[in-house]
């Protein structure tokens, strides 16, 4: 592992402790933990968050695909944010897929593909309606969730690997959160995303590499639909222009929320600090999106 994936998991997890400290899973949701959705009985493993209120009605579902720079995050990080999204009237998956260095790319896509898999096997025992299934995505989960879209919509993306998509899955919507969309041929030296990726893709970020991983690459006109946002402090915000210009030219249909000002700085990722206004603003609009596709 190189010394910057090191740094993250630690840095990170402890901006995530303290984000999250003192909080408990609400008296409102119901959760099943640990469904293991794939082989690798460590790292394959996910949570199912559902509001009681809603008993066992069939409920619209939201995946969710982590952020962490591709070496960093786990459902356990995620929880409360999944929680309370399904508070707002979804079943919600939230899973823990395999990181770099121990393993590379296209681990996290094939994880994902095992998700959606699990899901259309199980609907009926946990009540999930697999005609509006949802997904979000902050950060490398962003990037990752949108390649995801690429490989479910065109063809030619499916070509490139050897994973077999789940008969009938389709996204509905998805929601693109301070994510990073587009890698140029060759990273400048001491580059973050270029450090990471020596130890995420197995040729150490190749051109060639930099292109498969590309989101906007492999989009088509087919693209999932989708709710786009950035933030003043998001330190990613530069990435938004290039992925709302390609889904303009693909004609996807899609939203963009540039959330925050100039006295109001808010960071990389906030719509996972739910005691934030900030964020439950934003998961309310990504919320409300989704309900759209569901009428």
Known sequence: MSKMSEKIRTMFREGDEKRDAGLTTPDSIARVDNIQYGPDEQWQKMDLYRPKVRGNDVLPVIISFHGGGWVYGDKERYQYYCMSLAERGFAVVNFTYRLAPEFKFPAPMEDMNLVCTWILNNADQYRLDVDHIFAVGDSAGAQLLALY??????????????????????????????GVYTFPEKFEENDL????MKDFLNGGGTPEELKMINPIHHMCDDFTPCFVMSATGDFLQEQLPGMVAALTSHHVPFEVHFYGDKTNQLPHVFQCNVRSEDA????????????????
Do not use: H
Not at 193 to 196: F, I, R, V
């Open 280 to 295: 439950e603003q934003c998961n309310d609009q990504e919320c409300a999106y989704f309900r759209r596709f569901c009428k």
């Open 149 to 178: 879209c690429d490989f479910l919509t065109n063809p030619a993306c499916e070509a490139l690997y050897d994973i077999e998509q789940p008969k009938g899955m389709k996204l509905q919507a998805v929601a693109l959160n301070c």
């Open 193 to 196: 995303n270029g450090l990471l």
